[in-house]
């Protein structure tokens, strides 16, 4: 165990970390709003199993916001290593000025499950998302919303079929920070596994930190 | 960019990542629930900027459910990688069983924000939090709760009193697997950064993948 030292008082603040950094992308039906848009979002979480469902934080003065409101639906985009600029780039411009698609080289593709919402092409893993509900809370309205429909790239499948989670290089945002993904520490349950399913699941371990 | 590959439909499933998996510390008031106890959560996510709040999402059967709606208050402790064992473990070991903090070698402490509630002393970082709703989603419940105070362990701070993250060495969780967090990628605002500021603020790049 990590010795104990002292705790120094921040003040009321957001320091929930690591969180996910995704692509958030959407669509209005009325002019202006009616183009494909992305937007980065950090506050985002799963926040039920059954139904499926996560949560995404947006501020209303956002283009996207008004998209949201009119379709109800988006698409969250995992992001990969080579999409973290384009990440970073999303969430730092805004769709009233930019077309993101077209700026960060990104493709708008539809699929199935929202035929008028674009997903993006590039990422390993796409959301489809239906608004549920919409709260006010401050800067940011938080909406909750089921999700529809996974969309996998298939390069991410092994030979028996399993998502092989590695391939899709996914980074987290942790204090301003965009990290990698390092190394693997342990499988949900390893604390109480036997030592052959650890031997089995747990990689070697390196001779030193991470 | 990329190259783009076919998406697989994977079907309606939980797949947001990397989540924060976090140690929720919490007490309630009345027996057999008013002894302190840790929860693991990977539903977790910030919600608001202003005032500052967060969510967890928690099975009604949980012993720490009842905990929560007695008291209203909850530690959300930060993972570091020496906490990962123990934060599996009690994500798989119910509270109605097992004295947590004991079983896991950890130590229960009280701060200012909270005194009623235990926070786990080892954490990198504590959010003292408020629960300020509970919303009935399905398998899980939604607490949204403002976050009151954070508690930064004093070896996170750089000499110009900044916070060093890296110091918390956090652990993410992603499709079942707990992970360290890797090489930085870049910082918030880095895809429009000036040449100075990326000179100064952007490690070296290392030859070779993560």
Redesign the interface.
Known sequence: ????????????????????A?LVSCRGTQPPYDRDNLITV??????????????I?VRKSRFSHAQLMQSGCFY?N?V???????T??C???SGRDVDKFAAC???P?R???LPETPAV??AP???ACRVHSVQE????D?F?A??????????L?GEKGE?V?ER?????Y???????????????????ASPEALARRMPPRPRNG?
Chains 1, 2 share one sequence.
Do not use: K, N
């Open positions: 165990m990590p010795d104990i030292t002292p705790f120094r008082a921040l003040g009321a603040t957001t320091m929930l970390a690591p969180v996910p995704v950090a506050w985002a979480g799963t926040v039920c199993s059954d139904p499926p469902m996560l949560s934080s969250v995992l990969s290593q080579e999409l973290c600029r384009a970073d780039f969430g730092v411009r080289g990104l493709t593709v699929l199935d499950a092409a590039q893993i796409c959301l809370l401050g800067s940011h938080l909750l089921r999700i529809l429909q996974v969309y996998v790239q298939e390069r499948f998502i989670m899709a290089r996914l980074c987290a942790s204090h301003g920070e965009y990290r990698a993904l390092g190394r693997m520490l342990g499988f949900f349950g390893y604390s109480v991470r």
